[in-house]
């Protein structure tokens, strides 16, 4: 860990947890093993990350907030948890295990992102993305399944190294 960085009380950090410049982790928050955050994220109190996430930097993640094992978060992702601000009656976001969260997404209070689901960069998420879909736009809204995602990946990396 960074000694830039704050943890709060009781937060617990699984084997492995590596923690970057300027990061806050907020009070009773719980991170599993293998786990990286970024710099300059702020993980609120009462936050849940599973094991071998990777939390790219400037993320915010808000009390409620619940992150499955093995997710990605890009960089500058929002989250939020409060569907008509500033109320007292708060629902975080649920992202289940595999899924991917690309750069700049915003997501609204109370979405689920699926198993294996795909959110694109700079969408705004305003309802649930089901397992194994990839969503983008503002609104996000389906576009294809996780299997061609991977082939569209798995093609661009063929292009790449071929130069």
């Not at 410049?21 to 994220?41: A, K, P, R, V």
């Not at 595999?98 to 294996?116: N, P, Q």
Request: one cysteine or more; charged letters at 20%; aromatic letters at 6%.
């Amino acid at each position: 860990m960074s000694s830039t960085s704050s943890i709060g009380h009781n937060v617990s950090l699984g084997r492995g947890v590596k923690i970057w410049h300027l990061t806050y982790i907020g009070d009773n928050t719980s991170i599993g093993d293998e786990t990286t955050i970024g710099s300059l994220c702020h993980i609120d109190s009462d936050v849940r990350i599973g094991r071998n996430c990777r939390i790219q930097g400037m993320v915010y993640l808000p009390p409620g907030t619940v992150i499955g094992d093995d997710v990605f978060i890009g960089p500058g992702v929002v989250f939020t948890n409060d569907p008509y601000p500033a109320s007292k009656r708060l629902k975080g976001v649920t992202v289940e295990d595999g899924a991917i969260v690309c750069a700049g997404a915003t997501l609204l209070s109370g979405v689920t992102v699926g198993k294996r689901a795909v959110v694109g960069m700079g969408s705004v998420v305003t309802r649930d993305v089901p397992p194994g879909e990839v969503h983008y736009g503002s609104p996000a809204t389906h576009r294809y399944n996780y299997s061609e995602y991977l082939e569209r990946r798995r093609m661009w990396e063929i292009t790449e190294e071929s130069g």
